[in-house]
């Protein structure tokens, strides 16, 4: 429109409009920020009048006894002897394979009955005098605890059953046995002891370090070779195998318990010359080896590959040379596996640090705080993620001077998120505060790719719980026929998923806990009888097509890989007949068999 054109004015009722619109907004502005305001008042109210309180026990113990020092030291050894003495109380550690060695060796000192097993997956006499047990079992109360491994309670996934356990337990005596640059994160936790004792402990065994890398050809017997995935495992396993056939086992955290006690066995009773294991032998499990050979020395810890740090490397390198078990020990470095380039400098610095003549870089990390439902001040399952966000809030406030820090609950907030929805229909009824607390505090991974499994197991909780069918395979599924080692570890895994909710919630799809132990069981089984196979066909580091050498994470080398040279076929006409099946086994090597395993069906 031309300047010297005269403006037509906005009708009034357009203008009326855009005043009631802006009216309209500004009060709902207003009203969004009173509400804003309200809630930062209630959030305060709810901290302020509720005021969880920090967890403390009645009775404070009469006597704490601090066992510190490097691996092999006896700390372990002296405190279960005082458990043996006392006659009543308490071994808790983080490991199954820990409580079931520890209830070994006091049932061996003691008349039969007095000591029993307790742990997520299986009992024995869990009412005995001395009960050995996972720190997550442990009871509240009794006359002694012997806490192994209390270093454990700056882990950041489990470290706050250690420290409620050491806030709260009310026992009179306690041993808590741990590398010593813990102490100053422990010794707060039992600040009300009425006397506090701390024995440290040496070394009981030389442990050197060799000078020159050692090649797959040079490992000798009573060898534990170490690699930080399952995949390396195998690698290494399959390149030492050439050399001692049949004489070679591994170990990873994947293997289920029964088939791991097994390859233990084996190892220590000499049927197995070499063990390749990851760092699961590092948390105070105790084998007659001579030698620890790192064949890679960086992890994946979760969120990145990291170098090991010293204390790790320590944990593992102390295993070699164990007291009572083989003479002194040694420690270095395994070349030769493609891929794997492991650092003599960090197994060095590791092992000065197992020997105790330096102090490692354990993470100075608080322990952690996580709530009970009581502190929560919810209602009902639907106030659950506001309870967790506020006491979280106030945890953080509360513990800014204490010894401790708040555990970050969001994983609970979003377990309890994912259950809301299905609550909103026939399940509803089944949702009460105690249920939903229950499901969502569950021990089973809420980790991708395995979430959905939980999701699965909680909803069949409740459908069993208002009277709807739930089909067993839902809960359990059957063994695997003519699966690979891979498939029966995976089928073991789902076993104990199911093992944990039935034990909460029996009877779900018709089923007990010891169904679910039965089919882990017949896992296991399978798995311990195809191991040496897969172990022997294992081309991991191998290209699954030409068998030249790569690194462990790839199954077929470049060129094979779809490059002109792999469309040639050139590579596999020069192998002999022997490889050239060897590369079609691959896909078997680790664990397939033709014809199934034995036709049983799941028991009931």
């Not at 390149?239 to 004489?247: N, S, T």
């Not at 197994?347 to 009970?372: I, Q, Y």
């Not at 939980?454 to 069918?469: F, I, N």
Request: net charge neutral; aromatic share 4%.
């Amino acid at each position: 429109m031309p300047d010297n054109q005269p403006r037509t004015a906005t009708p009034l009722p357009t203008v009326r409009r855009r005043e009631r619109s802006a009216g309209r907004q500004n009060a709902t502005r207003d009203a969004d920020r009173a509400a804003a305001r309200e809630e930062k008042l209630a959030q305060q109210s709810w901290v302020e009048g509720a005021e969880p309180a920090l967890p403390t026990r009645t009775t404070r113990p009469e006597d704490v006894v601090f066992h510190l020092g490097p691996t092999n030291s006896g700390k372990t050894y002296e405190s279960l002897q005082a458990l043996a003495k006392a006659g009543s109380g308490v071994y808790a550690a983080p490991l199954r394979q820990l409580a079931h060695e520890a209830y070994a060796k006091l049932s061996a000192l003691l008349p039969e009955g007095s000591v029993g097993l307790s742990t997520g997956e299986e009992e024995i006499d869990p009412f005995a005098p001395i009960v050995c047990c996972t720190v997550e079992k442990a009871p509240p109360r009794g006359e002694m605890l012997v806490l192994d491994e209390a270093h454990w309670v700056t882990d950041p996934d489990r470290g706050h059953h250690w420290a409620r356990l050491l806030l709260t337990g009310e026992y009179r005596t306690m041993h808590l046995i741990s590398a010593a640059e813990a102490y100053l994160v422990l010794k707060p936790l039992v600040s009300d002891a009425e006397h506090v004792e701390v024995v440290n402990h040496k070394r009981l065994s030389r442990l050197d370090v060799l000078r020159a890398p050692v090649r797959p050809e040079a490992v000798r017997p009573q060898t534990l070779v170490v690699a930080f995935s399952r995949k390396t495992v195998y690698a290494a396993a399959a390149e030492l195998d050439q050399h001692r056939p049949g004489k070679v086992g591994v170990l990873y955290g994947a293997l289920p318990p029964a088939t791991r006690r097994e390859v233990i066995d084996r190892f220590t009773e000499g049927a197995l010359d070499v063990l390749v294991t990851t760092d699961v032998i590092g948390h105070g499990i105790n084998v007659p080896a001579t030698s620890v050979l790192f064949a890679e020395t960086s992890k994946f810890d979760g969120q990145e590959v990291r170098p090991l740090r010293t204390w790790e490397a320590a944990q593992i390198a102390g295993r070699a040379g164990r007291y009572g078990l083989t003479g002194h020990g040694t420690v270095g470095i395994l070349i030769g596996v493609s891929g794997l380039k492991p650092v003599g400098g960090l197994v060095a610095n590791g092992a000065a640090v197992a020997r105790g003549d330096e102090m490692s870089d354990l993470p100075k990390r608080a322990p952690r705080l996580r709530p009970e439902l009581e502190d929560l001040g919810a209602f009902e399952a639907v106030d659950l993620p506001e309870a967790l966000t506020r006491w979280m809030a106030w945890a953080r406030a509360a513990t800014r001077d204490e010894a401790m820090t708040a555990d970050d609950v969001t994983s609970l907030v979003l377990r309890v998120h994912a259950l809301l929805p299905l609550l909103r229909g026939p399940l509803g009824a089944a949702g009460d505060l105690q249920t939903v607390w229950r499901l969502v505090n569950l021990a089973i991974d809420y980790n991708p790719p395995r979430r959905t499994r939980w999701l699965v197991l909680a909803r069949a909780a409740l459908e069993h719980a208002v009277g709807l069918p739930v089909q067993p395979e839902t809960v359990l599924p059957d063994v695997p026929r003519g699966g690979t080692v891979e498939e029966y570890e995976q089928a073991a895994a789902a076993a104990r998923d199911a093992q944990t909710l039935l034990r909460q919630f029996p009877g779900v799809g018709g089923l007990d806990s010891d169904d679910a132990a039965w089919v882990e069981e017949e896992c296991a089984e399978m798995i311990t009888e195809l191991l040496p196979g897969a172990i022997a066909l294992g081309l991991s580091g191998k290209c699954t097509t030409c068998g030249s050498a790569i690194a462990p994470w790839f199954t077929t080398c470049r060129p094979c890989s779809g490059g002109p040279a792999g469309r040639s076929g050139g590579d596999r006409d020069r192998r002999p007949g022997g490889q050239r099946a060897a590369g079609r086994a691959a896909g078997r090597a680790l664990g397939g068999r033709q014809g199934g395993p034995r036709g049983r069906s799941r028991r009931g």
